[in-house]
Nanobody
Framework: QVHVVESGGGSVQAGGSLRLSCVAS????????MGWYRQGPGKQRELAAT???????NYADAVKGRFTISRDNDKNTMYLQMSSLQPEDTAVYYC??????????????WGQGTQVTVSS
């Protein structure tokens, strides 16, 4: 079993900041790529940011310059530092991990999501 849990969501005013965390646990041997996805009300789930195991990052245009993705490989943890938040950032944020289990099974794992609400 591999468990992925997000935390750090909440409600903030426009211009505020939040830091999301994602922790992977269980029978994970190695986490390769990780990413944050988000799904706003009535919208499709979209990519926000990704990070490789070596630290290479990519950002969606909508969050570039405001969000910073990082990870701690020793702790199997990924972070998303969100600054200058705007109402359009309101969404459920999901953590996705691509990894290998101790049984050498490669798969993608999703967390249950954490709600981020930004008010005007």
């Amino acid at each position: 079993q591999v468990h992925v849990v997000e935390s750090g969501g909440g409600s903030v005013q426009a211009g505020g900041s939040l830091r999301l965390s994602c922790v992977a646990s269980g029978s994970i041997f190695r986490i390769d790529n990780m990413g944050w996805y988000r799904q706003g009300p009535g919208k499709q789930r979209e990519l926000a940011a990704t990070i490789t195991r070596s630290g290479s990052t990519n950002y969606a245009d909508a969050v570039k310059g405001r969000f910073t993705i990082s990870r701690d490989n020793d702790k199997n943890t990924m972070y998303l530092q969100m600054s200058s938040l705007q109402p359009e950032d309101t969404a459920v944020y999901y953590c996705k991990c691509e990894g290998v289990t101790f049984r050498l099974t490669t798969s993608a794992y999703w967390g249950q999501g954490t709600q981020v609400t930004v008010s005007s």
